[in-house]
Structures are given as structure tokens and as C-alpha cells.
């Protein structure tokens, strides 16, 4: 019982053990890409070692040289999760958080097409920039959530969760199907159209509706 009573999902960036992402998960990615819809979630990892909070710059490792903004929803689970229905999906979820997810193009495309994992350009140092937790009763609806980032103050995303083509309770309901998702885990939702390569010296800001908003500097290693 003790164990349960210290699980504080504001904690979520030094308790959670596992970073659920979601690819291909916006219809305005799946049209300008003009490829087919998913039919299934497209799920990866990253390790929690990627974390970065606000305050901190965002590093572009020397191995890379194309390393791309993604901004997304966030969603923290609240509790163990194993098989759940789509319906009771979200009774799993504690809170929301606005994050980016940073990607090393230059790596994942060869790596997508050749079949190999993405784990190296998705889960280095610095590529899970993260807001602090917004606890689920300070969110009317996570599928109406306005999405936006800019680089130098030059507007770059701007999107919306109801564009998801995989909605919360969706990709919860799958992933149970696979793993347990436990308490503190943090999911990815996707990224709205628009995602690009940025470099060192850089500015990024995003926001998620009039929930969170965050501003990162960036350098090279």
C-alpha cells in the first residue's frame, strides 16, 4: 500500500519508466505525406533519460545533422493498465503535459526505410522536452486542444488534437494490448504538419491551448 500512496504523477519526469510515442497519428501529416492511414497505431519508445525540463537547452548531438521539432499533447498515466477496453481508457489517465518530440531525420529516414529501429533518433539526450504536469481536471477535452510552435518567433506547427487519427483512449486500449502501461508513463500523441530541421542558436517556444506553454534555447554538443 505504501508504494501506491508515493505515486505523484507531477513526478512523472523522476517516476515514470517508459516513454510511449506515436507516429503518423495527425490526418494533416497522413495528407501532406499522401500516404495511406494508418490502421493501427504506430508505437515506439524513448528512455526517460531524454527528459528535459524547462530552463535547460535543448542539445543537438555532434553525431547528427538534421534534428527536427515535433510539438504533441502529452498523456500521464495514472495507475497500472493491462487489456483495457477504449471505454474505460481513460479512468487510466492522471494528467496531460505539452512536450516535444525531438527527431534526428538525418538518422530515422535511412533507418525507416531500411526496416531498422528508430530507438538512436528518437531517444537521445534532450529529445523529451516536457512542461510540467497539468492534473486531468484542469482539461475540459484533450481532443480539442489547440497545438502550436514557433522558431524564432516565426510560427513553424499549429494544429489541433481533433485532428488525431488516434485518439487517447485508442492508443491506451492498444498499447495495453502489449505491455503494462504503469504509473507515471508518459505517451506521445503525434505531431501536427509542419515539423522541420532546426539548428544551435535557435529559439523554440510551443504551447498546448491556454494550458501550458514552453521556450527552449538550443546548441550543439
Known sequence: MAACLTQNPANFLSDGKKIVGVALNYMDVVKARNVPVP????????PTSSYLREGQPIIIPKVFSKVAYEVELG???GKPCKNVSKARAMDYVAGYCLALDLTAQCHLGPARASGHPWTLGKGFDTSTPVSEFIPIKEVKDPHNLSLWLTVNGVEKQKGCTADLVFN?????????????LEPNDLILTGTPDGADAFKAGDVIECGLGDLATLKFDVCSE
Do not use: A, G, H
Open 39 to 46: 490502421k493501427e497505431p504506430l508505437v515506439f519508445l524513448k
Open 75 to 77: 498523456v500521464v498515466i
Open 168 to 180: 487517447v483512449p485508442d492508443i491506451i486500449s492498444y498499447v495495453s494490448q502489449y505491455m503494462t
